[in-house]
Protein backbone atom coordinates (compact mmCIF):
# COMPACT_ATOMS: atom_id res chain seq x y z
CA UNK A 1 0.00 0.00 0.00
CA UNK A 2 1.25 3.30 -0.69
CA UNK A 3 0.14 6.78 0.34
CA UNK A 4 1.20 9.68 -1.43
CA UNK A 5 1.24 13.10 -1.02
CA UNK A 6 -1.25 12.99 -4.36
CA UNK A 7 -3.33 10.80 -3.20
CA UNK A 8 -3.66 13.02 -0.26
CA UNK A 9 -4.59 15.73 -1.76
CA UNK A 10 -6.51 14.10 -4.32
CA UNK A 11 -8.56 12.76 -1.14
CA UNK A 12 -9.14 15.79 0.43
CA UNK A 13 -9.86 17.76 -3.02
CA UNK A 14 -12.67 14.83 -3.32
CA UNK A 15 -13.84 15.64 0.92
CA UNK A 16 -14.25 19.16 0.06
CA UNK A 17 -16.09 18.73 -3.52
CA UNK A 18 -18.64 15.98 -1.94
CA UNK A 19 -19.41 18.76 0.85
CA UNK A 20 -20.06 21.50 -1.65
CA UNK A 21 -23.18 20.03 -3.12
CA UNK A 22 -24.01 17.98 0.11
CA UNK A 23 -24.45 20.38 2.92
CA UNK A 24 -26.16 22.86 0.39
CA UNK A 25 -28.76 20.45 -1.08
CA UNK A 26 -29.27 19.54 2.87
CA UNK A 27 -29.64 23.21 3.56
CA UNK A 28 -31.88 23.35 1.52
CA UNK A 29 -34.79 20.70 3.63
CA UNK A 30 -35.58 21.98 6.79
CA UNK A 31 -34.48 21.34 10.56
CA UNK A 32 -37.46 18.80 11.33
CA UNK A 33 -36.52 17.41 7.93
CA UNK A 34 -32.70 17.20 8.78
CA UNK A 35 -33.04 15.74 12.09
CA UNK A 36 -36.18 13.15 10.91
CA UNK A 37 -34.70 9.60 12.19
CA UNK A 38 -34.68 7.78 8.67
CA UNK A 39 -33.09 4.51 10.10
CA UNK A 40 -29.15 4.88 9.38
CA UNK A 41 -26.76 4.55 11.81
CA UNK A 42 -26.95 7.70 13.21
CA UNK A 43 -30.50 8.54 12.53
CA UNK A 44 -30.65 11.49 10.40
CA UNK A 45 -29.22 13.55 8.10
CA UNK A 46 -27.86 16.02 10.58
CA UNK A 47 -27.13 13.34 12.64
CA UNK A 48 -25.01 11.78 10.06
CA UNK A 49 -23.10 14.97 8.76
CA UNK A 50 -22.58 16.02 12.54
CA UNK A 51 -20.85 12.28 12.96
CA UNK A 52 -18.68 13.14 10.16
CA UNK A 53 -17.44 16.52 11.11
CA UNK A 54 -16.75 14.96 14.45
CA UNK A 55 -15.03 12.07 13.11
CA UNK A 56 -12.99 15.10 10.76
CA UNK A 57 -12.22 16.85 14.06
CA UNK A 58 -11.16 13.95 15.60
CA UNK A 59 -8.75 12.86 13.26
CA UNK A 60 -7.20 15.95 12.30
CA UNK A 61 -6.24 16.69 16.08
CA UNK A 62 -4.27 13.26 15.81
CA UNK A 63 -2.55 14.54 12.51
CA UNK A 64 -2.16 18.05 12.47
CA UNK A 65 -2.03 18.37 16.20
CA UNK A 66 -4.74 20.99 16.13
CA UNK A 67 -7.99 21.29 17.91
CA UNK A 68 -9.99 18.00 18.81
CA UNK A 69 -13.58 17.87 18.94
CA UNK A 70 -15.94 17.63 22.05
CA UNK A 71 -17.61 14.75 22.87
CA UNK A 72 -17.66 11.16 21.58
CA UNK A 73 -18.84 8.78 19.05
CA UNK A 74 -21.90 8.11 21.06
CA UNK A 75 -22.55 11.87 21.31
CA UNK A 76 -21.17 12.47 17.91
CA UNK A 77 -24.34 12.75 16.01
CA UNK A 78 -25.85 15.48 18.71
CA UNK A 79 -22.85 17.67 18.69
CA UNK A 80 -23.48 20.02 15.42
CA UNK A 81 -27.52 20.42 16.23
CA UNK A 82 -26.95 24.14 15.24
CA UNK A 83 -27.33 23.74 10.97
CA UNK A 84 -25.99 27.60 11.02
CA UNK A 85 -22.75 26.29 13.12
CA UNK A 86 -22.29 22.79 11.76
CA UNK A 87 -22.28 24.36 8.12
CA UNK A 88 -19.80 26.92 9.21
CA UNK A 89 -17.55 24.22 11.29
CA UNK A 90 -17.74 22.25 8.07
CA UNK A 91 -16.24 24.57 5.55
CA UNK A 92 -12.87 25.04 8.30
CA UNK A 93 -12.72 21.85 8.50
CA UNK A 94 -12.64 21.29 4.70
CA UNK A 95 -9.85 24.24 4.67
CA UNK A 96 -8.59 22.44 7.53
CA UNK A 97 -7.89 18.74 5.51
CA UNK A 98 -6.84 20.49 2.44
CA UNK A 99 -4.12 22.55 3.70
CA UNK A 100 -2.61 19.39 5.92
CA UNK A 101 -2.85 17.04 2.69
CA UNK A 102 -1.09 20.14 0.56
CA UNK A 103 1.34 20.52 3.67
CA UNK A 104 2.66 16.79 3.48
CA UNK A 105 5.47 15.31 1.78
CA UNK A 106 6.44 11.61 1.33
CA UNK A 107 8.07 10.97 4.67
CA UNK A 108 4.99 12.65 6.55
CA UNK A 109 2.91 9.47 4.63
CA UNK A 110 5.23 6.83 5.63
CA UNK A 111 5.50 5.11 9.28
CA UNK A 112 3.45 4.32 11.95
CA UNK A 113 1.17 7.26 14.08
CA UNK A 114 -0.29 6.37 17.98
CA UNK A 115 -3.05 7.68 19.43
CA UNK A 116 -4.68 7.02 22.47
CA UNK A 117 -8.09 5.99 21.46
CA UNK A 118 -11.28 5.97 23.69
CA UNK A 119 -13.16 3.52 22.34
CA UNK A 120 -10.57 0.93 22.65
CA UNK A 121 -9.18 2.69 25.71
CA UNK A 122 -5.66 2.12 24.48
CA UNK A 123 -3.13 3.29 22.86
CA UNK A 124 -2.98 2.16 19.08
CA UNK A 125 -0.06 2.32 16.78
CA UNK A 126 -1.22 1.55 12.75
CA UNK A 127 0.73 2.88 9.76
CA UNK A 128 -0.32 6.36 8.82
CA UNK A 129 -1.20 4.60 5.52
CA UNK A 130 -4.00 2.72 6.26
CA UNK A 131 -5.08 5.19 9.09
CA UNK A 132 -4.91 8.31 6.12
CA UNK A 133 -6.98 5.46 4.07
CA UNK A 134 -9.18 4.72 6.45
CA UNK A 135 -10.16 8.52 7.46
CA UNK A 136 -11.00 9.01 3.65
CA UNK A 137 -12.98 5.70 2.98
CA UNK A 138 -14.87 7.12 6.90
CA UNK A 139 -16.07 10.07 5.09
CA UNK A 140 -16.84 8.34 1.90
CA UNK A 141 -19.43 5.90 3.87
CA UNK A 142 -21.47 8.11 5.71
CA UNK A 143 -21.58 10.40 2.87
CA UNK A 144 -23.30 7.71 0.88
CA UNK A 145 -25.76 7.34 3.52
CA UNK A 146 -26.17 10.79 3.27
CA UNK A 147 -27.01 10.78 -0.24
CA UNK A 148 -29.50 7.87 0.12
CA UNK A 149 -31.37 9.75 2.75
CA UNK A 150 -31.56 13.10 0.63
CA UNK A 151 -32.40 11.05 -2.56
CA UNK A 152 -35.21 9.45 -0.64
CA UNK A 153 -36.64 12.94 0.48
CA UNK A 154 -36.39 14.03 -3.50
CA UNK A 155 -33.79 16.41 -3.05
CA UNK A 156 -31.84 16.95 -6.04
CA UNK A 157 -28.58 14.82 -5.84
CA UNK A 158 -24.93 14.68 -7.90
CA UNK A 159 -22.42 12.09 -9.19
CA UNK A 160 -20.46 10.90 -5.97
CA UNK A 161 -17.79 8.83 -8.48
CA UNK A 162 -14.02 10.46 -7.86
CA UNK A 163 -13.54 9.82 -11.74
CA UNK A 164 -15.69 12.64 -12.44
CA UNK A 165 -14.61 15.19 -9.95
CA UNK A 166 -11.66 16.57 -12.51
CA UNK A 167 -14.85 17.36 -15.02
CA UNK A 168 -17.09 18.82 -12.44
Wanted: with cysteine; hydrophobic share 40%; proline share 3%.
Amino acid sequence: MAVSPDWLRMMARYNSWQNGWMVPAADGLSDDARSLDRGAFFGSIAGTLSHILWADQMWMGRFDGGPSPKGNGATSATLFSDWAQFKAERHTMDARIEGWANGMDAAQCAGDITWYSGLMQADVVRPKEMVFTHFFNHQTHHRGQVHAMLTATGVATTDTDLFYMEQM
